[in-house]
């Protein structure tokens, strides 16, 4: 058995990201789940630009402040307390506009894990 209590103001941000992200599942050597929080001030995209996966589904929980998510489609406002569900091959891109006004700070789940991340360009 094993278990992981982690505080997430203890995990380091990774390096080298747009916005802050911290990762849960490397900080709980997790192998089959991605698990991040995310907290992006105005104008700030979620780590990944517009991308699509090819198995991965993820799950966005806003916690506070409201998310964008861009499609193909449209453009999603998630508020706080609201969920965002992504299937695989669904192209997404997340993000804090810059007219936002305050952060926004989700809980990212997606599996499986893994490298099946490719970016999707909206101008075919």
Known sequence: ??????????????????????????????????????????????????????????????????LHVETPERTYEVEADEVFVVEPGSPQRAYNPESATEPVRVFAVGAPAGDDVHAYDPEP
């Open 1 to 66: 058995m094993g278990y992981h209590h982690i505080s997430v103001g203890d995990v380091s941000p990774t390096p080298d990201r747009p916005s802050t992200q911290r990762s849960i599942d490397a900080a709980a050597s997790l192998e089959r789940l991605g698990a991040n929080v995310y907290e992006a001030d105005p104008g700030e995209p979620l780590p990944l630009a517009y991308h699509v996966h090819d198995e991965q589904e993820e799950v966005f929980y806003v916690l506070s402040g409201t």
